[in-house]
């Protein structure tokens, strides 16, 4: 089923995607980034369509990790292909996201309380099922108008 937030996401990276590739479509692969002189535009590049390339990695190994790649192991093409090149990882990411079967449950025993707690009476110690309540919170001492004294 397609949601609106994964119609949203396709938007963006087509959008983003293009648009990058516009600005870097046969460009010079040793020129420097400006903002990353350290970096040459076929390295940024490669980065970008990697890094898609990656996520939909991540979305079809469905939790298993995955290693960060290495930017400059990436292999872009030719200047006048980048522009695709980008869209393709961009059609990846978007064609895993959209075929990825949804989360499974939480599975196991469960003490019905969170790590953050140490067993008090609040948040954790109420099961699911019930609706929960919050406590108001502790009174705090007001200040006069005259004095930075609590009263």
Same mark, same amino acid.
């Given at each position: 089923?397609? @949601?609106? !937030?994964?119609?949203?996401? #396709?938007? =963006?990276?087509?959008?983003? &995607?293009?648009?990058? &590739?516009?600005?870097?479509?046969?460009?010079?692969?040793?020129?420097?980034?400006?903002? /990353?002189?350290?970096?040459?535009? *076929?390295?940024?590049? =490669?980065?970008?369509?990697?890094?898609?390339?990656?996520?939909? =990695?991540?979305? *079809?190994?469905?939790?298993?990790?995955?290693?960060?790649?290495?930017?400059?192991?990436?292999?872009?093409?030719?200047?006048?292909?980048?522009? +695709?090149?980008?869209?393709? &990882?961009?059609? !990846?990411?978007?064609? #895993?996201?959209?075929?990825?079967?949804?989360?499974?449950?939480?599975? =196991?025993? +469960?003490?019905?309380? /969170?790590? *953050? /707690?140490?067993?008090?009476? &609040? /948040?954790?110690?109420?099961?699911? +099922?019930? @609706?929960? $309540?919050?406590?108001?919170?502790?009174?705090?001492?007001?200040?006069?108008?005259? $004095?930075? *004294?609590?009263?």
């Amino acid at each position: 089923m397609t @949601t609106l !937030d994964q119609d949203r996401l #396709a938007e =963006g990276l087509r959008e983003q &995607g293009a648009a990058f &590739g516009l600005a870097v479509a046969g460009g010079d692969p040793e020129a420097k980034v400006p903002t /990353c002189p350290e970096w040459r535009l *076929r390295v940024l590049t =490669g980065h970008a369509g990697q890094a898609t390339r990656w996520a939909a =990695g991540l979305v *079809r190994a469905a939790g298993t990790p995955l290693p960060v790649p290495d930017p400059l192991d990436a292999l872009p093409g030719a200047p006048d292909a980048w522009a +695709s090149w980008l869209r393709d &990882g961009a059609e !990846d990411l978007i064609t #895993a996201v959209r075929t990825a079967a949804p989360p499974a449950p939480p599975s =196991g025993p +469960s003490t019905g309380r /969170c790590r *953050r /707690c140490s067993g008090c009476a &609040g /948040c954790c110690a109420t099961p699911p +099922s019930t @609706t929960m $309540t919050r406590r108001p919170p502790p009174a705090r001492p007001t200040r006069s108008p005259t $004095t930075s *004294r609590p009263t």
